[in-house]
């Protein structure tokens, strides 16, 4: 580790450096283009006090300026990094003219820090400022956005890092902090009120009925399969709300034409620490020509696994070691779910150098098994029978009404699965069945009950919920008694991929690595698909419970977690 450190201080001092060589203008430190990576003396935020400062800027990116979010005037907003049990104050500062706040994802810590306006604080007012105070009981990849408005679509998100207490069990001589995003120069509010005109609206790719009858498309999708879809009046290339259409897709606050580049020597373990910061995209993850060891997911570590593509949904982090020996250039590609559109990006020995850029590939077709029938055998279905509003295969908590187009007949665990698209992509694509927690889980009591969640809704309308009902529709909390043991099962009766967010704990993914399953703190769920979790609530309080895609959010699929008795309180 000396010499890995040695090595680090070599690289600021030298041949490397990147002064001079990228725009400063609205970027961070860590963030700019032709940067050597994370070195010692890079300005980061760090240390017992910290001072952000929210604020308005206009952002720029293709030739075009718009109005962003930022924070210290930043898109996107700079990189903090922490220690594994030091104390911290974070001095947020709102120059906006609407509250704000922020919320630190995936960290463990006392609810009323936890950022979210109307369930863990009142919110940040304007021209005030709030203190976070909290201790750092954990290391790994992390990030950090407001809970306001619509504030992080706009640009405030940034990455934290937290550097372990102990040895780190993962060697590298290099780090790159790689954030995905997407930008849009349509307000959010535009966004929303085209898509509830029409579910569709950006979806510009779509497959016509008749061009699929036409044959147009045989080869992928069965004669059966066809006359399903038009049966149900569902489209099977809806994979995405929000698309190219609208989004140009970020890396580092970098267009794919700005092509953020980061530097590394060859032979070197390079270590990517990479966040999906997007409002409204999954990306799928590659550098053609390198291999990706996965050593850490949701900022905790997993056994290392080498694969050549990975998915990754909203808030999700992954850490890889990539070990380019060539001297060659090589292209990061993030393409979205839909491959409507990708960000790119750039990783070189040295500046000016480029890697060809792949084409996007072939847009991916829902199946059946998306439609929730995974379970069911093909060839004995009797299509007349079927009905996918039918309430009989639901629990009656589930509001069945005009929120929920369809309920998933026959879901079944997907978690073996690479996600939608690349299924058939010749390489090998991560699983989160191929996650190990490089630790032992904690807390080896069997879940004592099990609660089930329905992920609703309707697709036409843009409605979305948790068991049929929308937050505003004033949908009850979770309960979870103080360090209760419960095996959570998340239904997907929709024909889309949520990525589902737990506020202030962790959980296992129970992935079949009974005593080691991964510990994340969000979850993809396939289309008709099912994901369990085993959840300690050992986290006194209120906490948000909600799909990270921040349309679906605004639109209900949204809980609030309770976890009782608060200290002091009799239980
Ligand atoms: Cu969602």
Redesign the pocket.
Known sequence: MHQLIERRAFLRAGALGAAGLGAAGLFPAWAQNGTPGLVPDMETLSGADIRLRVGHDMFSVGGRKGHAVTLNGVLPAPLIRLKEGQNVRIHVENALDEDTSIHWHGLLLPFQMDGVPGVSFPGIKPRSTFTYEFPIRQSGTYWYHSHSGHQEQQGHYGPLIIEPAAADPVAYHREHVIVLSDWSFLHPHQLITRLKQEGGYFNRQKQTLLGQLSGASEDRMSAKDRRMWGKMRMDPTDIADVTAATYTYLINGHGPHENWTGLFRPGERVRLRIVNAAAMTIFNVRIPGLRMTVVSADGQNVRPVTVDEFQIGNAETYDVIVQPTEDRAFTFVAESIDRSGMGRATLTPRLGMRAPVPPLRDRPVLTMKDMGMGGMNHGAMDMRGMNMRDKSSVPPNVKVGVGVDAIAMAPVDRTGEPGIGLENVGHKVLTYRDLVSLAPNPDARPPARTVEVH?TGNMERFM?SFDGKKFSEGAEPIRFELNERTRVVLINDSM?T?PIHLHGHFFEVVNGHIGNHPVKHTVMVLPGGKVAFDLTADAPGDWAFH?H?LL?MHAG?FRVVTVRPLPGEAA
């Open positions: 992920l979305w889309m949520h799909c895609l679906h699929m």
